[in-house]
């Protein structure tokens, strides 16, 4: 007989794998939408290129490899922390928020799924960009898939926090898409933190997250040749934000349940 913790987990998993599917056909249902969202990060990407070439000149060849790496961890951080709070808000706007508060899984688990198969599906747009760029920059860059892969994961996760404390807002007051632009730049300033030179930096979301990405992408570092502290403070950064986002969430979720308005719009 299978034990009531076997019987969830297959029941989560379950969950997760219709969240994928549904995330994967909605993906590819539209795809001028797709498109046009590739299409619009590889021309910020390419303004950034050309212009900085027409000032900047030597000095931005010189800083390339980091502007690459950056511009990557970036436009994934994007969706990682903005679909989140996006999926709470089309719900509450098709009136379906509350029977997702219902069902029989939490509500922040669902969250949670959703954005880490946003994660996943992240990656599909990211190695496209990534392509991109180093054929209009011609900067080939270090691809280790076993190292880049998990501090990426590891760095969104992070952001994801910050998806669930937006989420949370978005339960309360519903359209909070304004704060997106300040978050926007702020996701910048994160990947461009000097944790080399500051490593108290690398408390904050994503910073730690770049610092490595960078150092194996540049350097051809690998993942198990990084200090086991440089790793700690990636794992922790990351799931202490996370665990602080959907404790957010949870706070948030009853809040709106005492003033009523979990179902409004």
């Not at 599917?21 to 993906?27: C, D, E, F, V, W």
């Not at 990557?72 to 999926?87: H, I, P, V």
């Not at 496209?128 to 080939?140: D, G, P």
């Not at 794992?235 to 996370?242: E, I, N, Q």
């Amino acid at each position: 007989m299978s034990t009531p913790g076997f019987g969830r987990a297959l029941a989560t998993l379950g969950l997760g794998r219709a969240v994928f599917r549904k995330q994967l056909i909605l993906m590819f249902r539209y795809p001028v939408n797709l498109l046009s969202g590739l299409l619009t990060l590889y021309l910020f990407f390419a303004m950034v290129f050309f212009g900085g070439q027409a000032v900047a000149g030597e000095a931005l060849a010189d800083n390339l490899e980091g502007i690459i790496i950056g511009f990557l961890l970036w436009s994934m951080s994007l969706s990682a922390y903005s679909d989140l709070t996006r999926n709470v808000m089309r719900e509450a706007q098709w009136g379906t928020l509350e029977q997702l508060y219902m069902s029989v899984y939490r509500f922040e688990l669902v969250m949670l799924l959703k954005s880490i198969v946003n994660i996943l599906l992240s990656f599909l747009t990211g190695a496209v960009i990534l392509v991109l760029m180093m054929l209009t920059t011609q900067q080939m860059l270090v691809i280790d898939l076993v190292t880049i892969v998990p501090v990426i994961v590891l760095g969104l996760l992070s952001v994801v926090g910050i998806g669930f404390i937006f989420g949370g807002l978005a339960v309360i007051y519903k359209r909070v898409e304004n704060a997106f632009q300040i978050v926007t730049f702020g996701l910048v300033a994160l990947v461009g933190a000097p944790v080399g030179s500051v490593p108290a930096l690398g408390a904050l979301p994503l910073s730690q997250s770049s610092y490595l990405l960078r150092q194996s992408m540049e350097d051809g570092v690998r993942l198990w040749e990084f200090p086991a502290a440089d790793l700690g403070v990636l794992v922790a950064v990351a799931f202490a934000y996370l665990a602080g986002g959907v404790l957010f969430f949870r706070v948030a979720q009853r809040r709106a349940r005492k003033l009523g308005v979990l179902g409004h719009y």
